[in-house]
């Protein structure tokens, strides 16, 4: 994940970090996510104006990634009327409100259009970040199915090859069965459990009350305990989903800088391992960062200088042990 367009604060986006991807072509990584906020091309919450300018920006990103044969997935991170994080912000409520929905669908549109023709192996759409649990912000799993076929089939309509790829509920976590006739890609995540994902991390709602170190494999946390056998069974309700046809990608995952680091070596280990048995591909959150491989800093990790960049050398041989080829 690159977080070049994430989150709007009044400035123009920035160029892509073409050194960041000659690292990952050097590594033979293949797949990219640019999550973004819809904010950077539309002014006062009117959805149905988008200033396309501002979307040369995706087209630099693209570009640089396709030279590098690189996938690019484009993902609306913040979308008119939702986001998981500071919802609040929001004018309208894409689960409830009719502006919300028709502006959401309407810029999918204008990005299908824009991108017509450049082939699904280059690109991909990932609709919106993480909808939420079910009942927060009125969202059923009725609404959620019914906006995201309504986009699907506008998107369709313009480049019927166009691959979509659909997070998970409840952030990124819950399998979509009732979506499995759509063929898309539908998203999971990469974070449970959150007491060594997220040890320590502020924003995490359990912050407070999670305050032991956490430890690996064996840890119980959420009513379950979480070793190889642990994850396997998280991750059931996906296998079912892709023993539909559908295919699975885990978009985000990562382990925040306060987890010890021999207990995130030890689980994302065995994530990793398991997606490459299974066949999943996945991108971590993100490149650089207190959740990357790059500069995060977290205490006892063996550092070493590569093509500039302070890389953590372990956390970079296990992506590149469990890389998982030949998708697109």
């Given at each position: 994940n690159f977080v070049w367009?994430?989150?709007?604060?009044?400035?123009?986006?920035?160029?892509?970090?073409?050194?960041?991807?000659?690292?990952?072509?050097?590594?033979?990584?293949?797949?990219?996510?640019?999550?973004?906020?819809?904010?950077?091309?539309?002014?006062?919450?009117?959805?149905?104006?988008?200033?396309?300018?501002?979307?040369?920006?995706?087209?630099?990103?693209?570009?640089?990634?396709?030279?590098?044969?690189?996938?690019?997935?484009?993902?609306?991170?913040?979308?008119?009327?939702?986001?998981?994080?500071?919802?609040?912000?929001?004018?309208?409520?894409?689960?409830?409100?009719?502006?919300?929905?028709?502006?959401?669908?309407?810029?999918?549109?204008?990005?299908?259009?824009?991108?017509?023709?450049?082939?699904?192996?280059?690109?991909?759409?990932?609709?919106?970040?993480?909808?939420?649990?079910?009942?927060?912000?009125?969202?059923?799993?009725?609404?959620?199915?019914?906006?995201?076929?309504?986009?699907?089939?506008?998107?369709?309509?313009?480049?019927?090859?166009?691959?979509?790829?659909?997070?998970?509920?409840?952030?990124?976590?819950?399998?979509?069965?009732?979506?499995?006739?759509?063929?898309?890609?539908?998203?999971?995540?990469?974070?449970?459990?959150?007491?060594?994902?997220?040890?320590?991390?502020?924003?995490?709602?359990?912050?407070?009350?999670?305050?032991?170190v956490p430890y690996y494999?064996?840890?119980?946390?959420?009513?379950?305990?979480?070793?190889?056998?642990?994850?396997?069974?998280?991750?059931?309700?996906?296998?079912?989903?892709?023993?539909?046809?559908?295919?699975?990608?885990?978009?985000?995952?990562?382990?925040?800088?306060?987890?010890?680091?021999?207990?995130?070596?030890?689980?994302?280990?065995?994530?990793?391992?398991?997606?490459?048995?299974?066949?999943?591909?996945?991108?971590?959150?993100?490149?650089?960062?207190?959740?990357?491989?790059?500069?995060?800093?977290?205490?006892?990790?063996?550092?070493?200088?590569?093509?500039?960049?302070?890389?953590?050398?372990?956390m970079l041989e296990l992506?590149?042990?469990?890389?998982?080829?030949?998708?697109?």
């Amino acid at each position: 994940n690159f977080v070049w367009m994430f989150i709007y604060r009044g400035e123009d986006p920035p160029l892509p970090d073409e050194r960041a991807l000659d690292f990952l072509a050097a590594h033979e990584f293949n797949f990219v996510r640019i999550p973004t906020d819809y904010r950077y091309w539309t002014n006062d919450f009117d959805y149905l104006q988008p200033n396309e300018d501002v979307w040369k920006a995706l087209d630099r990103y693209l570009e640089a990634c396709r030279s590098r044969g690189i996938h690019m997935c484009l993902n609306i991170h913040r979308g008119p009327g939702y986001c998981i994080n500071r919802n609040n912000i929001e004018k309208h409520n894409l689960w409830l409100d009719k502006e919300a929905q028709d502006g959401f669908t309407y810029q999918w549109r204008k990005l299908a259009e824009r991108y017509k023709g450049v082939p699904s192996s280059e690109l991909s759409f990932d609709l919106i970040n993480e909808p939420p649990f079910v009942g927060q912000y009125g969202m059923t799993r009725e609404i959620h199915a019914n906006v995201m076929r309504r986009v699907v089939k506008e998107i369709r309509e313009i480049d019927s090859d166009r691959r979509i790829v659909l997070d998970g509920l409840a952030g990124g976590n819950l399998a979509m069965p009732e979506l499995a006739d759509l063929g898309v890609v539908q998203s999971c995540r990469g974070y449970a459990p959150m007491a060594i994902s997220h040890y320590k991390a502020s924003w995490w709602p359990e912050y407070e009350t999670a305050k032991d170190v956490p430890y690996y494999p064996g840890i119980e946390f959420d009513g379950r305990i979480w070793d190889r056998q642990g994850l396997t069974d998280f991750y059931q309700p996906w296998r079912e989903m892709e023993n539909t046809g559908t295919e699975i990608h885990c978009g985000e995952f990562g382990c925040y800088i306060e987890t010890p680091h021999e207990v995130a070596l030890a689980w994302l280990g065995d994530l990793m391992s398991l997606w490459k048995e299974w066949g999943w591909g996945y991108s971590m959150w993100n490149f650089e960062g207190n959740f990357g491989i790059i500069g995060h800093g977290r205490k006892g990790a063996r550092i070493e200088n590569v093509m500039g960049y302070d890389v953590d050398r372990d956390m970079l041989e296990l992506m590149m042990t469990n890389r998982v080829t030949d998708l697109l």
